[in-house]
């Protein structure tokens, strides 16, 4: 059975600093997805990360994929309010059926 | 503008009552498939579907059904089996081609009274 775990589940920083939310994934996969959750709100896809070493970047958020690990990480840089969100990983299945990690909680702080 | 529509975003259901939730995508993907989160949670998969008069059950399938009998629809119909159904119930879609964005609706929330 597959398990995807992320940590930290909850995070809160200052704005201006940088961190990395990891998630840890239990077996074979060369799919990752990052999404975005407001509160009350639907998922935002971020980014879909298909081959080992692949890293994509949008804006101060960077994801990057080790699938020999299985290991994703998303790093934030220089941390602004407006990132205050949960973030979820996903690992993909069989027909793009997708095993979700728990969700990490960021609160950005002025 | 192309997207997944999700209906009602709020939904009260009573003791051993069905309700049926609505999803509707113009995104002409063949794939849709239905999440449930709980609070604070994860999203768990119900149920998915990758083409029309198919279905398949997900990781929590007890308690709910689905129909595909068109190509951009799939309802979920909440049973008074499903024991505990107060949640966040995401509908997505996606292409058949692994790997391509999967898109989420506004997400419906069900709520036991």
């Known amino acids: 059975e597959l398990k995807v775990e992320q940590n930290p589940l909850f995070l809160s920083m200052q704005e201006g600093k940088n961190y990395t939310i990891y998630c840890n994934y239990s077996?074979?996969?060369?799919?990752l997805y990052w999404y975005r959750q407001d509160p009350g709100k639907s998922l935002e896809s971020l980014f879909v990360?298909?081959?080992?070493?692949a890293v994509k970047q949008e804006g101060r958020l960077m994801a990057s994929l080790d699938t020999k690990a299985r290991l994703s990480t998303l790093h934030i840089t220089a941390a602004v309010h407006d990132l205050s969100a949960t973030y979820f990983c996903?690992?993909?299945?069989?027909?793009?059926?997708?095993?979700f990690g728990g969700g990490t909680r960021l609160m950005v702080k002025p | 503008d192309g997207g997944i529509t999700q209906s009602p975003k709020y939904l009260f259901r009573k003791e051993g009552q069905n309700v049926t939730l609505s999803c509707e995508q113009n995104?002409?993907?063949?794939?849709m498939y239905w999440y449930r989160q709980d609070p604070g949670q994860g999203l768990r998969l119900i149920y998915y579907?990758?083409?029309?008069?198919?279905?398949q059950k997900g990781d929590i399938a007890e308690g709910y059904s689905v129909s595909r009998e068109k190509k951009e629809s799939f309802p979920l119909t909440v049973t008074s089996a499903q024991k505990n159904p107060t949640a966040f119930y995401l509908c997505?879609?996606?292409?058949?081609?692994?790997?391509?964005?999967?898109?989420f609706g506004e997400g419906s929330w069900l709520t036991v009274v």
């Open positions: 579907s990758q083409i029309v008069n198919d279905f």
């Open positions: 997505a879609s996606s292409t058949q081609m692994t790997g391509n964005t999967i898109y």
């Open positions: 077996t074979t996969s060369d799919r």
């Open positions: 996903a690992v993909g299945n069989a027909g793009n059926m997708l095993t």
């Open positions: 990360l298909l081959s080992n070493g």
């Open positions: 995104l002409n993907h063949d794939a």
